[in-house]
């Protein structure tokens, strides 16, 4: 790990910071690599339930790619359109993840929040997609997310003028789950994780599976995919426990089995 990453542990919560401040946390080549490599070990780690994202310091969350870093377009590219440094390729996760945007999202970094299942911001937090007023457009997701995830015409205002909104009106369309005062950020975002790590850890899997897997098919395939998910769950010792702490009046003690 780099001091362009941070990761941390409070429980089984993981913390991974983006440590660029003086470059708005802006995403590098090596970044985003070294971002994939650390979810990918998180994902793979038993004693992780919950992995929370944010930025170093109060101005960014991530300012997006780092216009100096950005890499050279190949043949490669031109023909299948995915590079090996790509966002989106580590954030197949399925445990939640959830950010702290503390400062500006711009371009990658808001693509960066959208893909997170769930968002808390800062009251002094803005967003935009602007790659529209650089000739380009999102590449990492902006695009796809949005449109799942806010109004169709609000999804195209972001889209098409490219303009910050402030964290007030970002949480008005949906895309927030929740905005307070700067000093109450992690804490508020930290109290979340560890409610959400409370739950069974094969539950919590299943679900973010059954959602993310399911929006991309028919409703009937999707509904068979659910079931299936769930009868995994039926015979797990975790079951077991939760039904047995309610009737008993406690609290379980998952063991992610």
Not at 157 to 179: C, H, P, Q, S, T
């Amino acid at each position: 790990m780099t001091t362009e990453l941070l990761s941390d542990r409070d429980g089984s919560v993981a913390i991974l910071t983006l440590n660029r401040p003086s470059a708005g946390n802006s995403l590098t080549l090596g970044l985003i690599d070294e971002l994939g490599r650390a979810l990918a070990d998180l994902r793979e780690d038993p004693a992780v339930a919950v992995i929370v994202i944010t930025g170093s310091g109060d101005r960014a969350f991530c300012a997006g790619t780092d216009l100096k870093d950005a890499p050279p377009v190949t043949p490669w590219d031109d023909q299948f359109g995915v590079t090996p440094h790509h966002l989106s390729r580590g954030m197949e996760v399925w445990k939640p993840v959830i950010a702290a945007v503390n400062g500006y999202a711009i371009g990658g970094g808001f693509e960066l929040a959208l893909s997170c299942d769930l968002r808390y911001a800062s009251s002094s937090a803005t967003f935009s997609l602007p790659e529209a007023r650089l000739g380009t457009m999102p590449g990492a997701g902006g695009t796809q997310r949005i449109i799942r995830q806010a109004p169709h015409a609000l999804a195209m205002e972001l889209l098409l003028l490219g303009e910050r909104w402030d964290a007030a009106r970002i949480l008005a369309a949906g895309l927030l789950n929740g905005v307070c005062e700067p000093s109450e950020l992690m804490a508020t975002t930290m109290d979340v994780a560890h409610r959400v790590a409370r739950n069974a850890p094969l539950s919590l899997r299943a679900i973010k599976q059954a959602v993310s897997r399911g929006r991309h098919l028919e409703l009937g395939a999707a509904l068979t995919l659910e079931r299936t998910l769930f009868n995994l769950l039926r015979n797990t010792e975790d079951r077991k426990e939760g039904r047995a702490a309610f009737a008993e009046k406690r609290d379980p003690e998952f063991r992610g089995r």
